[in-house]
């Protein structure tokens, strides 16, 4: 079965440097879930997309900013990168927004700010 | 959402039942219990979920206890591929409020 995709898997980026992250959610699901999760910590939530409409909103930076599009997949655009930015981001889908707490994880982005 | 304490660590034996217990004592009469696990550098994976009857599917049995201020995950026979952090999580079940993820419990089977 068709599971989260994200992309990249690894990105290393300098200080100041902006980075994107991608996530396509399984077929037919229409919301998506962005998680934080530094060295050693838990999941920190970010932010959620409902049907291309911001539907929460955690500890996500105001350097960061997310969006879904038509085609229900999700990008994380970093801006001015720290390197206390490095950490695993997962995204997250489920089939409706009330589905939050079973929604399926993808394997993560690891980005390393150096 | 209500408060869980974890146990920060646990052993068990390949083969043998594992068993994590949780404590909710504030949990609320609308509140399910969530199970997930994170195999290291991994996606969290979503377990099972109960409100007060016990729970079975294909990963694991879930017991709460009939005051529900407390359950059980049973991992029935563990395997080497089941070391991973372990996380209850208390929440209501049609929400799309945020995860708050607490310390888990780190699971480790030995051969």
């Known amino acids: 079965a068709a599971g989260v995709i994200q992309s990249p898997r690894h990105l290393i980026k300098e200080k100041r440097e902006t980075a994107t992250l991608k996530c396509y959610p399984i077929?037919?699901?229409?919301?998506v879930y962005w998680y934080q999760q530094g060295p050693g910590q838990d999941p920190q939530f970010l932010i959620s997309?409902?049907?291309?409409?911001?539907?929460d909103k955690g500890s996500i930076p105001d350097r960061f900013s997310a969006q879904q599009f038509s085609d229900y997949h999700s990008e994380l655009n970093m801006s001015s990168l720290e390197l206390g930015d490095s950490a695993l981001y997962f995204c997250?889908?489920?089939?409706?927004?009330?589905?939050?707490?079973?929604?399926?994880f993808g394997q993560g982005t690891r980005l390393t700010v150096v | 959402d209500a408060k869980t304490t974890q146990p920060p660590s646990m052993d068990c034996a390949e083969g043998r039942a594992a068993n994590l217990p949780c404590n909710h004592s504030?949990?609320?009469?609308?509140?399910?219990v969530y199970w997930y696990r994170q195999i290291h550098s991994q996606g969290p994976q979503y377990i099972i979920h109960?409100?007060?009857?016990?729970e079975t599917n294909e990963m694991a049995s879930l017991i709460i206890t009939e005051d529900r201020k407390s359950s059980t995950l049973i991992l029935p026979h563990a395997t080497l591929r089941d070391t991973a952090v372990y996380y209850c999580i208390v929440r209501v079940s049609d929400s799309n409020y945020q995860l708050i993820w607490g310390a888990g419990t780190k699971l480790i089977i030995k051969p």
């Open positions: 504030t949990i609320s009469g609308n509140e399910y």
């Open positions: 997309f409902y049907e291309k409409m911001q539907s």
């Open positions: 077929p037919r699901h229409d919301t």
């Open positions: 997250a889908s489920s089939l409706w927004s009330g589905h939050h707490a079973e929604a399926f």
């Open positions: 109960g409100l007060k009857n016990n």
